[in-house]
């Protein structure tokens, strides 16, 4: 658990890629953690494995979401540990990243690793105006004016027809 990892922010070209080496699970032996064990085991049932999975997936992210500062950023995340790769470690990752951990990308050697990162970061350096990229990446305000009264009429047709089941 590096100190790198909390409280350092990287402006825009300075942070583009985070390597994850190893997955960031806290001293088990310290007495504190101990106590706060025994009670989520004996008040929560909560296993002593699955807190500790838990946590340092947590960690994990916070630490790889240095890379994003924001919603128009862009980054590499390098998940540099094959254990990444099972369902018992992805799952407890935020569904953000689950998005993007695709098996196409996952369990790459370092070539194609680097091959796919140069990939990425040419594709994103490429300048663009912003005016060009509404409707894309960003929504006008007009188009979620749009979006919110089709979810408000497919939310009143949806009760409409369970009005109706229930009818019958």
Not at 8 to 23: E, L, P, S
Not at 69 to 76: A, I, N
Not at 80 to 95: H, I, N, Q, T, Y
Request: one cysteine or more.
């Amino acid at each position: 658990r590096g100190k790198v990892s909390e409280g350092i922010d990287f402006d825009h070209q300075y942070g583009r890629a985070v390597v994850m080496f190893g997955i960031p699970y806290v001293y088990t032996q310290s007495r504190i953690l101990k106590a706060r064990l025994d009670y989520l085991r004996v008040h929560y049932h909560i296993r002593e494995n699955d807190f500790l999975t838990f946590d340092a997936m947590r960690h994990a992210a916070q630490c790889v979401g240095r890379a994003l500062r924001g919603k128009t950023d862009y980054g590499v995340m390098v998940f540099a540990d094959k254990r990444f790769s099972r369902m018992d470690k992805r799952g407890k990752l935020p569904k953000w990243i689950q998005d993007h951990l695709k098996d196409s990308v996952s369990n790459l050697s370092v070539e194609e690793a680097v091959q796919c990162c140069k990939r990425f970061l040419k594709q994103m350096a490429q300048p663009f105006r912003q005016e060009d990229q509404l409707g894309l990446s960003l929504l006008t305000t007009q188009q979620v004016a749009q979006q919110e009264s089709k979810r408000v009429q497919t939310d009143s047709l949806n009760a409409g027809r369970v009005e109706c089941m229930e009818a019958d």
